[in-house]
């Protein structure tokens, strides 16, 4: 297998590929200094735009990171999902630069995907007793609140740059749409209605749109090297369309991937 990241321009309507390698690398995070962070082999890389490289950070002990992690807004922080030190994936933060992680969830599992605008909170999913349900905690740690867990499965939570709604997916009687609900836990809604399978919606740093990848109906969970398509629509609702089509799913877009400026989004393809 070979990994691509990529990044879209949205002005140009065109991909480029930033960097092509022989392994497995996946959930692309941008920071506002002008690099990518991936994770591979359970490890978190940096990779700069100007001189794309695999360029490992030091997470201390947590060495078996999966791809749900990402920057917090002020872009001095690192969070990740790990196992090292568990049964199961714990969120942790770090310092950008790397370092030693602390812990953040006490139930487990927890895997993270959101982290509000003021840099309070995160959003993040785990299986408590049932399914698995939207929860937030503060940054720091702390008693965690359960958002919804009125759904057979919830993932990808994440919050729009004014911290007004959380956007994640939900299933519901095996169809799996884009909703939206406020941080606490009202005015729940439903923001796709159609065949696909839809996965992973994330807000644009300018409140403009939402992008987020569709699998052909039918597809059971989120599986990799998929026919997939990575599709936008307004961020207030209504017409999506497709951007472009390739083989990925799990590992494309799991995290928040959006330039600081809204206008770009960096994502992977695999080969």
């Known amino acids: 297998m070979r990994s691509v990241l990529c990044v879209f321009d949205l002005d140009t309507s065109a991909a480029s590929v930033i960097l092509d390698v022989a392994a497995h690398i996946e959930a692309p995070n941008w920071h506002p200094d002008g690099y990518l962070i991936v994770n591979g082999g359970g490890a978190l890389f940096r990779v700069p735009l100007d001189r794309p490289e695999l360029q490992r950070i030091d997470t201390g002990f947590a060495d078996a990171c999966n791809n749900d992690h990402g920057i917090s807004p002020d872009g001095t922080q690192l969070v990740i999902s790990d196992s090292s030190r568990t049964d199961d994936s714990c969120i942790y933060t770090l310092a950008v630069s790397g370092g030693t992680p602390s812990r953040v969830t006490d139930v487990l599992p ?57 956007w994640f997916n939900g299933e519901c009687d095996g169809a799996v749409d884009l909703w939206r609900i406020r941080p606490d836990g009202t005015d729940l809604e439903q923001m796709t209605d159609d065949d696909l399978v839809n996965w992973f919606p994330h ?44 083989k990925g799913g799990q590992g494309t877009i799991n995290v928040p991937c959006w330039s600081p400026c809204g206008r770009h989004f960096a994502f992977m393809r695999f080969d």
Not at 121 to 136: D, E, H, I, K, S
Not at 208 to 234: E, F
């Open 203 to 246: 807000p644009s740093p300018d409140g403009a749109h939402v992008l987020y990848l569709a699998y052909p109906a039918g597809t059971k969970g989120h599986p990799a090297d998929c026919p997939v398509s990575l599709r936008l629509m307004p961020a207030t609702g209504g017409s999506t369309r497709e951007l472009l089509q390739l």
């Open 110 to 166: 927890s895997y993270w995907h959101g982290w509000s605008p003021d840099g309070q909170t995160l959003a993040y999913v785990g299986r408590r007793g049932g399914p698995f349900a939207l929860l937030t905690c503060p940054a720091a740690g702390g008693t965690e609140t359960c958002v919804t867990d009125a759904f057979d499965h919830v993932d990808g939570p994440d919050y729009t740059p004014d911290g007004a709604w959380i």
